[in-house]
């Protein structure tokens, strides 16, 4: 491929349609972009649409660091069923009349799950035991346990109550949710430990992302647009947004490239990963601070 043609570098912002995994998308984007060089930042699962960050070429360094970021959600919960995936692609596991449910009892729910929490990640999820997928101990009928781990749910808050009858004639409440938390959040957990919380059980039946990071759903694209034009955020401009930024002198710029550990000037200590321009507003690095000096995360100038 002549340089003229080559594939940007940069990140693609994909609407995920419903029914893909995060993987299929990934691979629809290889054919897109014409390279194997393609990567996304958090999964997201097959039920749920909206925004999925991908890398292409040297953005795919970016990825690990963009999937740290807080994201944004609207969903649907159902309140008085439970499934075994706590979301509507699982099996019915129970049924119970939520008819009584009150909102000042959904509020106090979910004040519960607000904030800094203890969750339990679903047992079909991609969460790793002892080297082994969630979802495959799930699969093989094993029995065992999850640990719960710290999350940060920043909001959520409840848009619409809506009374609703069940394919199987149990009374059940739906309620449209928004969610901002931080990354590894499962919203199907939510929706299980705000039904259980309530006596009736509940589980996820729609969801959809509409932020990662600082990239919303307004700049995300389809599949089918991508197909049509491939609409790519240049490497820099990607950083810029997602990362504080850090501009350097081109003494500094050629010290860094060469592998040189810059002194850190005063603000940037803590604020995790940062991203490095020289003068003429080249992205050189991902680095972060360590003992005041400059750590590379992934170099790219």
Same mark, same amino acid.
């Given at each position: 491929?002549? /340089?003229? !043609?080559?594939?940007?570098?940069?990140?693609?912002? *994909?609407?995920?349609?419903?029914?893909?995994?995060?993987?299929? $998308? $990934?691979?629809?984007?290889?054919?897109?972009?014409?390279?194997?060089?393609?990567?996304?930042?958090?999964?997201?699962?097959?039920?749920?649409?909206?925004?999925?960050?991908?890398? $292409?070429?040297?953005?795919?360094?970016?990825?690990?660091?963009?999937?740290?970021?807080?994201?944004?959600?609207?969903?649907?919960?159902?309140?008085?069923?439970?499934?075994?995936?706590?979301?509507?692609?699982?099996?019915?596991?129970?049924?119970?009349?939520?008819?009584?449910?009150?909102?000042?009892?959904?509020?106090?729910?979910?004040?519960?799950?607000?904030?800094?929490?203890?969750?339990?990640?679903?047992?079909?999820?991609?969460?790793?035991?002892?080297?082994?997928?969630?979802?495959?101990?799930?699969?093989?009928?094993?029995?065992?346990?999850?640990?719960?781990?710290?999350?940060?749910?920043?909001?959520? /808050?409840?848009?619409?109550?809506?009374?609703? $009858?069940?394919? !199987?004639?149990?009374?059940?409440?739906?309620?449209? *949710?928004?969610?901002?938390?931080?990354?590894?959040?499962?919203?199907?957990?939510?929706?299980?430990?705000?039904?259980?919380?309530?006596?009736?059980?509940?589980?996820?039946?729609?969801?959809?992302?509409?932020?990662?990071?600082?990239?919303?759903?307004?700049?995300?694209?389809?599949?089918?647009?991508?197909?049509?034009?491939?609409?790519?955020?240049?490497?820099?401009?990607?950083?810029?947004?997602?990362?504080?930024?850090?501009?350097?002198?081109?003494?500094?710029?050629?010290?860094?490239? !060469?592998?040189?550990?810059?002194?850190?000037?005063?603000?940037?200590?803590?604020?995790?990963?940062?991203?490095?321009?020289?003068?003429?507003?080249?992205?050189?690095?991902?680095?972060?601070?360590?003992?005041?000096?400059?750590?590379?995360?992934?170099?790219?100038?």
């Amino acid at each position: 491929m002549t /340089e003229k !043609n080559r594939t940007p570098d940069g990140l693609v912002i *994909v609407d995920k349609p419903s029914g893909f995994t995060s993987h299929d $998308v $990934v691979a629809k984007m290889r054919g897109i972009a014409r390279t194997r060089r393609v990567g996304h930042a958090g999964t997201l699962d097959p039920m749920a649409t909206g925004v999925l960050v991908l890398g $292409v070429e040297k953005a795919t360094k970016l990825l690990g660091h963009l999937a740290l970021t807080e994201k944004e959600y609207l969903g649907t919960i159902r309140l008085g069923q439970t499934t075994v995936t706590d979301d509507a692609e699982g099996e019915i596991t129970g049924s119970v009349d939520a008819s009584k449910v009150t909102r000042e009892g959904v509020d106090a729910g979910i004040a519960e799950l607000s904030g800094e929490i203890m969750q339990v990640p679903s047992k079909v999820s991609a969460i790793k035991i002892d080297g082994v997928r969630s979802y495959k101990r799930a699969r093989d009928g094993e029995d065992f346990e999850i640990p719960a781990r710290p999350v940060t749910i920043s909001s959520f /808050e409840v848009h619409d109550v809506r009374e609703a $009858v069940a394919e !199987n004639g149990t009374p059940v409440l739906d309620l449209v *949710v928004s969610v901002v938390c931080s990354s590894g959040t499962y919203i199907r957990a939510l929706a299980r430990d705000l039904g259980a919380g309530l006596g009736v059980g509940g589980h996820l039946t729609a969801l959809r992302r509409t932020r990662v990071g600082p990239y919303k759903l307004d700049t995300a694209r389809t599949l089918d647009q991508l197909q049509q034009e491939l609409t790519v955020l240049p490497l820099a401009e990607a950083a810029a947004a997602a990362f504080p930024r850090w501009d350097v002198d081109t003494r500094r710029a050629k010290l860094l490239t !060469n592998g040189v550990r810059l002194d850190v000037p005063e603000g940037y200590a803590g604020r995790g990963a940062v991203a490095v321009f020289d003068p003429a507003g080249t992205f050189l690095a991902l680095v972060e601070e360590q003992n005041g000096r400059a750590k590379s995360l992934a170099v790219f100038g």
